[in-house]
């Protein structure tokens, strides 16, 4: 009974580069939800999705990042030129219903060098 | 404006001495409010969900409660293994409520 899985677990870009970080939910949760963690920071939401959809996005920033949830396969966050300041921990959630209890998984820590 | 405030930011406990954490929250008509503990370098864990003032969840050697506007997290002869930053989240009432507004934790640190 797997939880959900990120990987990779850390990733190093260097400045311009793309990230893809990846999320596979619970087995049967159709709602993702993808926070970014600062060093001394709490947990910011950035997006939400359920199947194929976007339900909310406004957490993510309008410029470089996107975010998809395909009928088949992982979540996928997406951020395009990095830059040092996207360097944080990403984690990605997963419920069976919308407000019910959200699993998160391990992160995905992100470098920018 | 801070929908979700904790306190103490960190604590420190001996082996045994109980205590407790509090989450206070600012929106109306809660529909749940969720504990959770995160260990370094991992993510967060589930631990409670409460939804209606009164009620009351166990689990080992922790109880969280909830009244109108804030929650508690009793910590009852807490041990080291108990050490961790724990996490209170509500959902967001201004957004789809879909995702959760947390604090920024209170870090407990418990010394044998």
């Known amino acids: 009974n797997a939880g959900v899985m990120q990987n990779p677990r850390h990733l190093v870009r260097r400045r311009g580069q793309e990230a893809r970080l990846r999320c596979s939910p619970v087995k049967g949760h159709s709602h993702v939800y993808w926070y970014r963690q600062l060093p001394e920071e709490g947990l910011k939401f950035m997006v939400y999705l359920q199947k194929e959809n976007i339900i909310d996005e406004s957490g993510m920033p309008k410029e470089r990042f996107s975010a998809e949830f395909p009928k088949e396969g992982p979540s996928i966050l997406r951020i395009q030129q990095v830059v040092r300041g996207d360097s944080a921990a990403y984690f990605c959630?997963?419920?069976?219903?919308?407000?019910?209890?959200?699993?998160f998984g391990q992160g995905t820590r992100l470098t920018v060098v | 404006e801070d929908q979700v405030t904790q306190s103490p930011e960190a604590l420190r406990l001996q082996e045994g001495e109980s205590s407790s954490l509090n989450c206070s929250y600012t929106?109306?008509?809660?529909?749940?409010l969720f504990w959770y503990r995160q260990d370094p370098g991992k993510g967060p864990e589930f631990l409670f969900t409460?939804?209606?003032a009164g009620e009351e969840k166990e689990k080992e050697r922790l109880k969280a409660t909830l009244t109108k506007k804030e929650s508690f997290l009793h910590i009852t002869a807490p041990k080291p293994e108990d050490s961790a930053t724990y996490l209170c989240?509500?959902?967001?009432?201004?957004?789809?409520?879909?995702?959760?507004?947390f604090g920024k934790g209170t870090k407990l640190s418990v010394k044998p």
């Open positions: 409460l939804y209606s």
């Open positions: 959630a997963s419920s069976l219903q919308k407000n019910t209890e959200a699993f």
């Open positions: 929106v109306s008509g809660l529909r749940g």
């Open positions: 989240a509500v959902p967001d009432y201004g957004g789809s409520q879909g995702n959760l507004i």
